[in-house]
C-alpha cells in the first residue's frame, strides 16, 4: 500500500470522479461522527461540482446523524433496484448484493473486515480511494490512492487540509454545510476537545470552519447534549451496572439488547458511551461491552496510558493507541476475563518498565 502525500488528494478524487460512471462513499461499519460526517461532506462537495456520489451505509440507523442530513430521513429509503439510469436518487444506498460502483472512496478505515458487507464493493471497484488517520491495520484495504496519516486528530481535517481552496469558493450555504460536518468530526474523534491528541492544526482548522459559519455551540449541543429521557434512563443503568477491576485500575460498563428493548432505543443510544466514564479517579482503562447479538460483544477500549489499539488488533479490530475497538464473540463473562487479562498484562509490563 503505498501512501501518497497531502497536496495529491484533491486531483486524486475529483481526477478519478472525471472518468468514471458511478461513484460509491462509504466508512466503517458502525459509522461514527468522523467517518459519517466527511461522507457528507465529501458527497456535498461532489455534487457541488456536478458528480453523483452515493453513500453506501450497511443499515438506515443513521438518525443519530439526523442535524446534518437535510429532509427526512425517510425519503432516502429508496428501492435498491434503483432507477431505469441505474442512479439512485438519494442520498444513501443500503449494501445489497447486485450493488457495484466505479469509484468507491473510503474515509476513516482501512482495514477490510472494518467494512462488513461493503467489502465487496472495493472488490468489484475499478478504482478505490482512502483516507485515514487510524494505525495501519491487519487485511488492508487494497487500493490505488491511499493517504493515512495519524497525526491528524480526524479524517474531516485530512479532507478540511486537501479542499480547502476549492471548498472556499463555494457557494456560502454549501460552504457552512461542509464545514458543519467537518467541525463535527474534530467534535466526535477529539471528544470536544478533552483528548490527547489535540493540537494547533485542529484548532487553526476549526478557527477556518468558525469564520465559515458555524455554531460551534449549536453543533456541540446536537452531538453530546442531544439525549432523550429514555437515552438517559439507558445511559444511567449502564452507569449502575459497572463495576471496577485490578484495584480499581480498570472500569468496566457493559449494555444488553434487553435493556435497549426495554427503552425503546437503537444502536445509535449507545455512541461515545465511554465518554461517561472519563475522568474517573485512580482508573486507567475504561472498557464498554455492549451486546449486539447472541454471542456477540462490541467493545470500546480507552486508556491514556496503554496503547488499547494492539489490544483490539487481536480480535480484528484496530483504531487509536489510547481509543480503540472490536468486536468479540462468547458468553460476556468469558468475553470480559479474557479481555481483563490482557489489560492487566499491559498494565503490570508498563508499572515494570518493561
Known amino acids: 500500500m503505498v501512501m501518497e502525500h497531502l497536496k495529491q488528494i484533491h486531483d486524486a478524487i475529483v481526477g478519478s470522479c472525471q472518468t468514471v460512471g ?3 462513499i462509504m466508512s466503517h461499519v458502525n459509522p461514527d461522527g468522523d467517518g459519517f460526517s466527511v461522507s457528507l461532506a465529501l458527497q456535498c462537495y461532489l455534487r457541488a461540482k456536478g458528480f453523483s456520489a452515493h ?17 427526512d430521513i425517510d425519503q432516502w429509503h429508496t428501492p435498491l433496484t ?3 439510469d441505474g442512479s439512485y436518487g438519494s442520498k444513501f444506498v443500503l449494501i445489497h448484493p447486485d450493488l457495484q460502483y466505479d469509484l468507491v472512496i ?6 477490510m473486515e472494518r467494512l462488513g458487507k461493503r467489502d465487496e464493493l472495493v472488490v468489484k471497484a475499478k478504482k478505490t480511494i482512502l483516507l485515514d488517520h487510524h494505525i495501519l491495520e491487519h487485511q488492508p484495504i487494497p487500493c490505488d490512492f491511499c493517504y493515512i496519516r495519524t497525526n491528524h486528530v480526524s479524517v474531516g481535517v485530512i479532507f478540511f487540509l ?12 454549501i460552504r457552512k454545510y461542509i464545514a458543519d460536518c467537518i467541525y463535527s468530526s474534530i467534535l466526535n474523534d477529539t471528544n470536544n476537545f478533552t483528548n490527547a491528541n489535540v493540537d494547533t492544526e485542529c484548532f487553526e482548522v476549526s478557527a477556518c470552519l468558525t469564520k465559515w459559519g458555524i455554531t460551534p455551540k449549536l453543533l456541540y449541543q446536537n452531538m453530546f447534549q442531544n439525549h432523550s429521557p429514555a437515552e438517559i434512563n ?15 485500575r480498570i472500569f468496566v460498563m457493559y449494555s444488553t439488547l434487553e435493556m435497549l428493548k426495554k427503552y425503546g ?5 449507545l455512541s461515545n458511551m465511554t465518554r461517561w466514564a472519563q475522568g474517573i479517579q485512580s482508573v486507567d482503562v475504561v472498557i464498554y461491552l455492549r451486546e449486539q447479538g447472541e454471542g456477540s460483544y462490541r467493545v470500546s ?19 487509536h493507541k489510547s481509543a480503540s475497538g472490536c468486536t468479540i464473540l462468547g458468553s460476556y463473562q468469558l468475553v470480559l476475563e479474557d479481555l481483563l487479562g490482557r489489560i492487566k498484562e499491559s498494565l503490570n509490563t508498563l508499572d515494570q518498565g518493561t
Do not use: H, M
Request: net charge negative.
Open 234 to 248: 439507558f445511559i444511567g443503568e449502564t452507569l449502575f451496572r459497572s463495576q471496577t477491576y485490578f484495584e480499581g
Open 82 to 84: 434503483g432507477n431505469e
Open 162 to 173: 486537501a479542499f480547502r481552496k476549492e471548498i472556499e469558493e463555494l457557494e456560502p450555504k
Open 265 to 269: 432505543l437503537g444502536k445509535e443510544a
Open 106 to 111: 473510503v474515509l476513516d478505515c482501512n482495514s
Open 22 to 24: 458511478s461513484i460509491a
Open 301 to 319: 477500549l480507552r486508556s491514556p496510558i496503554i496503547d488499547v489499539n494492539r489490544i483490539a488488533s487481536i480480535y480484528g479490530g484496530g483504531g
Open 55 to 71: 453513500i453506501v451505509i450497511d443499515d438506515w440507523d443513521i438518525i443519530q446523524f439526523g442535524n446534518l442530513i437535510y429532509g
